[in-house]
């Protein structure tokens, strides 16, 4: 079965952090590289970082120094702990394989997503 199920948003100020979760069913998690994504309103869902199963990690360049990505292998979790928040962070926040996951339904094939977690960064 695929499942992610991410959880840990909220509103926070500037400058706050925040730790994200996402538990992925075992299909999913595996030995892929696992990343955290994305969406604000009106834009492309966007990669924020990845982690491969030996814990090698990518950032995009808006995120480094202040986010951190980790996963837990035997709890098939992914973290994402968020620090030094800017409105612009502001978005839901998903979690997926890096490429994600494609799934079959109907004859077609399309990405599956999770629920996400909205962040809100504002005073």
């Known amino acids: 079965q695929v499942q992610l199920v991410e959880s840990g948003g909220g509103l926070v100020q500037p400058g706050g952090s925040l730790r994200l979760s996402c538990a992925a069913s075992g299909s999913i998690f595996g030995f892929y590289r696992m990343g955290w994504y994305r969406q604000a309103p009106g834009n492309q869902r966007e990669l924020v970082a990845s982690?491969?199963?030996?814990?090698?990690?990518n950032y995009a360049d808006f995120v480094k120094g202040r986010f951190t990505i980790s996963r837990d292998n035997p709890k098939r979790t992914v973290y994402l702990q968020m620090n030094s928040l800017k409105p612009d962070d502001t978005a839901v926040y998903y979690c997926n394989r890096d490429p994600p996951i494609r799934v079959v339904t109907g004859g077609s094939s399309s990405d599956y997503w999770g629920q996400g977690t909205q962040v809100t960064v504002s005073s």
């Open positions: 982690i491969t199963s030996g814990d090698n990690t």
